[in-house]
């Protein structure tokens, strides 16, 4: 279901990037910026 399947997701960025949270950014500005201005 749904529920699960976000549960599963939400493990998995965790696992990848859960030692990250609070020190670096998931989501890089620069390229989502350059994206909407060309």
């Given at each position: 279901m749904l529920r699960d399947?976000?549960?599963r997701a939400a493990q998995?960025?965790?696992d990848e990037r859960g030692s990250a949270l609070g020190e670096s950014s998931s989501l890089d500005l620069d390229a989502l910026l350059d994206g909407m201005l060309q």
């Open positions: 399947e976000g549960r998995v960025f965790l």
